[in-house]
């Protein structure tokens, strides 16, 4: 069910879930910039990005694409790498392009632990919260993982590659919005979303049997 439908099926939990919702995108926001924080950059810090206060996360379009598709975005977090020590450059690249998608992961885990910890007593407006909470952060996890610029994955593939491919990301960024939107249209993001939600399970029957 989609944000739309749930809206005029249950306003109470379209309302719970938007709030739920605009939290994993605040989340991964969030994530980026703690972890560069921990590496010695203080950007995000300086310009009041570390916080749970959506007014200083919410990106109007975003938001809006948000509550009407169910997917959308906030305003990025500043990074600034030259403020990561030189030997540790490379690996900040990695970790704070990755702390976005893992956040979304962690919530994903949660939601479908504590569906997994309520059965099989969940269901009605719970069952779809905890479903669309999980469904949501999984799409955003794969969806950031595309490993074209702009996105997180391009830059964790950065971190990894040599050098001298950062001038094909450069040259690949002016169209990555193009290239991102036909692997969309062609489900190439529903493998990655399926095998997701297959380890997290997985992981969850190892502490969970039965």
Known sequence: MGLIQLLFKDPTA???LSVLLLYSVIFH????????????????????RLTLNPVKHIDPFGSVMLLLIG???????????????????RKGLILVSAAGVTANIIIAF???LIFRLMAP????????????LAKINLILAAFNLIPIPPL?????????APESWNRVFHQIEPYGFFIVLGLLLIGALN????????????????????
């Open 121 to 132: 007593a969940p269901s009605g407006m719970m069952t779809e919260i905890l479903f669309l």
């Open 110 to 112: 949660s939601a479908m």
């Open 14 to 16: 379209f309302v719970i």
């Open 29 to 48: 926001e969030i994530a980026h910039g703690w972890v560069a924080y921990k590496m010695g950059d203080p950007t995000a810090k300086w310009l009041g």
């Open 152 to 160: 997180d994955g391009s830059k964790i593939l950065m971190g990894f």
């Open 191 to 210: 493998p990655v979303i399926n095998l997701f939600q297959n380890l997290i399970l997985a992981l969850i029957s190892v502490f969970l049997p039965g």
């Open 71 to 89: 997917f959308g975005w906030a305003k990025p977090v500043p990074v600034n790498l030259e403020n990561i020590p030189t030997d540790q450059r």
